[in-house]
């Protein structure tokens, strides 16, 4: 049985690190941006979300979780609470259902569908948990619709975002040479 090269644990901290603080950055960076004019409250681009799924390709399943959550707790020391809530729930629905949309599409894969589910389904765990956090019942769903289309619009452009920065990504050192299928 062949020898299995693990990674060394600096290579891997290293690498995680620089994940988490661009996504971290990038976070804070879209939350300074003034609202785009004419789009609803609430509505953003999600640039830390290229991250999320760059991890999720490149690094695997594991690692895209993991920089889920430490995006969310830099929001929480940034936000407060809500807002942490608001984007744990959001970003681990979201990197759920990329996990599953790429395993069907398998060799087929298409990262703005795949970033199309995520915004999705990040943005409906989003509303999930207002409506526990805020108690109100269900009058937060008639926002829905405007989510749902923001999050197809949104997941294209962050898709193509991905498309665009991945071949730079990959020429850092501690990213393998070519997105491996890990998901």
């Not at 976070?27 to 609202?35: G, I, M, R, T, V």
């Not at 997941?155 to 050192?173: F, Q, R």
């Amino acid at each position: 049985m062949p020898e299995v090269k693990r990674e060394s644990p600096a290579r891997l901290i290293a690498r995680m690190g620089m994940l988490t603080a661009l996504s971290a950055a990038l976070s804070f960076l879209e939350w300074l941006l003034p609202p785009i004019p004419g789009l609803p409250p609430g509505i953003k681009l999600g640039l830390a979300n290229v991250v999320v799924m760059f991890t999720l390709f490149c690094c695997g399943v594991r690692d895209a979780f993991v920089i889920s959550a430490l995006k969310s707790v830099f929001v929480f020391l940034g936000r407060g609470w809500v807002a942490f809530t608001l984007s744990l729930t959001g970003s681990l629905l979201s990197v759920a259902v990329m996990v599953l949309v790429a395993r069907i599409l398998g060799q087929k894969r298409n990262y703005k569908l795949i970033s199309v589910f995520g915004a999705v389904s990040h943005n409906i765990g989003q509303l999930c948990a207002a409506v526990f956090v805020l108690g109100t019942g269900g009058f937060l769903w008639y926002y829905l619709p405007v989510m749902m289309l923001s999050g197809v619009v949104m997941g294209i452009a962050t898709g193509i975002v991905l498309h665009v920065v991945s071949p730079v990504l990959e020429k850092v050192p501690l990213f393998p040479k070519r997105i491996p299928d890990r998901v």
